[in-house]
Structure formats: C-alpha cells, structure tokens
C-alpha cells in the first residue's frame, strides 16, 4: 500500500486494523515498525485508537511474559514490567501535548489503558500517577494527597515478590477473577497489608517525569468523560494503595445521581466496591449495598451472584468480632435465597463462621442464626436431590456440601 502506484493510499483506518493483529500475535517487533512511520500531523498521525492498541499491547505482552517467567523470577519480572510503564510513559509525553494543542482526542478507553499499564508496575509512585492521571485527563479531584517528591528508597525482595503475586490476576484487567472469595482464600491477603510498595531508587532510565501533573485545560479542550472502567481503576488503585477513603470517596463521587458524573455500576463495579469495604472491615455498609442491589432498578439488572455474596460475607467474617455484625449478616443471607436459585455454599459456611464466633458473647446469637440456616439447608437439600435445569449436581458440590453438613451438625 505504500508503493506510488498502488491505487489505495494507507489511511489512519488501515494502520489500527494492522497495530491490532501484531497486537493480538503479540509480535512487538512488526508494531513497532508500523508505529515508527506515522507522521506526527496530519491524516495519517496516530490517533486515540492508535494509542490505545500500543498501551494494551504493551501491556498483554508483558503479562504474557511474566506467565512464561512463572513465579519466583520476581527481579526479572520487576524490570520487565517498570520496563513497559516507561513505555507508557514516554508515549502519554506525545500524547499530552496533541491533547491540549487541539490535535487528537482523548477518550475513556485510552485513559483507562494508559491507567491499567501504570498498575503494571510494583510502585507506590505508579499508582499515585493514575490518580493524577485522571485527574488531567478527566478533571475529575484527587481524592488522596498527592505523594512528595520520591524518596528514592530502594526495593526489597519481600515487597516486590508480595506485590507481583498480589497484582497477577487483577493487575491486568484481561483474565477474569476465578479465585474464591472466601476468608480463607482472597485476591489480596487483606489481614496482611502493610505499607505500600516503596519507591525504588530511580536512575535514568526509570525517571519519573511530571507528564502526569494537573494543568490547567485550554479553552475549547474537550475532556474525557468517565464511566464504569474509570471508577474500577479508581478503586483498584486506592486498594494497592491502602487508601480506603479515598475509595469511598470517589465511589461517591462518581455514583452521585446529583453529581456531574452520575455513573451507574456495573456488578463489577460493585464487587470491586465490596473488596474496599471487606479490607475497612465495614459490614454495615457492605449490607447496604447489598441491599441496594436487590432494590429498585438494580434488581432487574441481576447484578446479584453467587461471587457477589462470598465477597460480602467474607467482608462480614473479617468483621465479626463486632456486635452488631450478626444484624448486618442475617439481611444478607435471606436476599441471596430469594436472589440465587440455590444458596452458595460457601456463602453459608462463611455465615456458620460469624455465628460460631458470636457464641462465646451471647449463645441465643447463634440459636438465632442456626435457625436462619435451616432454609439454607432445605434448598441445598432440594438442588443436591433434583437440580435445576440442567439437573446436573457436580460431585465438588456434593463434596462442599457435605462439609459443610459436618460442620453445621458439629455446632
């Protein structure tokens, strides 16, 4: 197509369709390439789709690698990965200026992607940059104080292994969650948080540059307007960074109806909003929002899943030696017999777990909350006896259901 007598001149059109399919065979090099011809202006200049591929596939390649490295080459890992945020970098420093010089548009998706590749690194200072990310880009208020200048403080080993495994799954934003989210088994080890990751010492090829700050935006710049990717983003980067409320903060910033923002979550959205509250140990608002979801408009979306409620009830488990938690508990489990057609049963063991630790406090509690259990028991008697549609009962439910028979007659 670029030879002078081919009829069909290359456009911006052509160039994306050809970065998406080295994109997807993840071949860098032959992208590369192609991105190295576009002109700076004009027709043909990159665009915001254009930088969007680039950032998601630096980004797939990386989490490929690190599949390939597995899991105890934490050093590579780290330097592979500060590697590609410096990519990232060094393309938001063109980007920036087209932006506010009028010449490229700036859109949710290439926020986001630029976001989701800041998460890719394994600093504290890397997280602080997608807030003021958004904040640039979006116009949207830093809920969190901003960081002073980097310190300069070097990696340790246990930092930087503890914070690869933690951002394996979720980090990238391309592999669903499939871990259980129970009090035994969660994405983030939340009992265990400590500090953030410390920022390393930088040299020159890992400077961080000010190509994030908040400026001032032109007149007749558009900005990107936000949505339910931007407030999964939020969220994940204040959980990284222990900074709780700052979550809460933008959740209800952004969720306001009467704000200028009004977005309305999606259920992930929700689950990550659950995870804020399960590390805050918050089972009352966790039982509110749970109720939300089962009221109004939100009950006709079927947001509520059986991962919606192990979120819940393991945030309840990390809040029970509260009092009142058996108050916030026992709403919840009544919504998921009516949500569910059939109760989870790691959602009921977890509850067995909140009324096993209230017994010691006030034995009637837990009388209480055995009786909310029969009808737990009788539907998961009915699904292992019949099914459902399918009719099909897998012997792993079997097999958790009856353990958890053992431990309930155990009690």
């Known amino acids: 197509m670029f030879a002078e007598n081919c009829p069909v001149k290359p456009n911006i059109i052509h160039t994306n369709a050809a970065l998406k399919t080295c994109a997807l065979s993840r071949d860098m090099d032959a992208l590369w390439g192609i991105a190295a011809k576009l002109p700076s202006k004009g027709m043909g200049a990159p665009n915001n789709l254009t930088y969007t591929t680039i950032l998601n596939a630096i980004r797939t390649v990386a989490w490929h690698n690190d599949k390939v490295l597995g899991e105890e080459a934490w050093e590579e890992k780290s330097q592979r990965r500060q590697r590609a945020v410096m990519q990232g970098r060094q393309m938001w420093e063109e980007i920036v200026p087209r932006w506010r010089a009028g010449d490229l548009w700036i859109d949710e998706e290439l926020v986001c992607a630029m976001g989701r590749l800041l998460l890719l690194g394994s600093t504290q200072q890397d997280y602080e940059d997608i807030l003021t990310l958004v904040e640039q880009v979006m116009s949207i208020p830093r809920q969190k104080r901003p960081l002073p200048e980097p310190r300069g403080d070097a990696f340790s080993k246990e930092q930087t292994a503890d914070t690869l495994k ?32 410390s920022t390393p010492a930088l040299n020159r090829n890992t400077a961080v540059t000010d190509v994030f700050r908040s400026q001032p935006i032109p007149p007749r710049i558009s900005v990107a307007r936000p949505g339910r990717n931007t407030l999964s983003l939020l969220l994940d980067t204040c959980v990284r960074l222990r900074a709780i409320p700052s979550a809460q903060a933008y959740w209800g910033l952004l969720t306001d109806h009467a704000g200028p923002y009004d977005i309305v979550p999606d259920s992930e959205n929700y689950h990550m909003y659950l995870r804020v509250l399960r590390v805050q140990r918050s089972s009352k608002a966790a039982a509110g929002l749970i109720t939300d979801m089962y009221s109004g408009e939100l009950k006709a979306m079927n947001m509520l899943q059986p991962k919606t409620f192990r979120i819940a009830f393991s945030a309840f488990v990390r809040d029970k030696m509260n009092p009142r938690v058996m108050e916030y508990t026992t709403p919840v489990l009544r919504i998921m017999y009516k949500a569910l057609p059939e109760p989870d049963i790691k959602a009921l063991d977890m509850f067995l777990q909140v009324a096993v630790a209230r017994v010691r406090t006030d034995f009637r509690i837990t009388l209480a909350a055995l009786r909310e259990l029969q009808t737990g028991t009788r539907l998961l008697r009915n699904y292992i006896t019949y099914g459902y549609e399918d009719g099909v009962v897998t012997d792993e439910v079997k097999s958790e259901a009856a353990g958890f028979a053992k431990r309930l007659i155990g009690v």
Do not use: K, R, W
């Open 166 to 197: 933690a951002a394996d799954a979720e980090n990238f934003g391309i592999q669903e969650d499939t871990q259980d989210d129970s009090s035994v088994q969660m994405e983030m080890n939340e009992d265990d948080l400590g500090p953030p990751p």
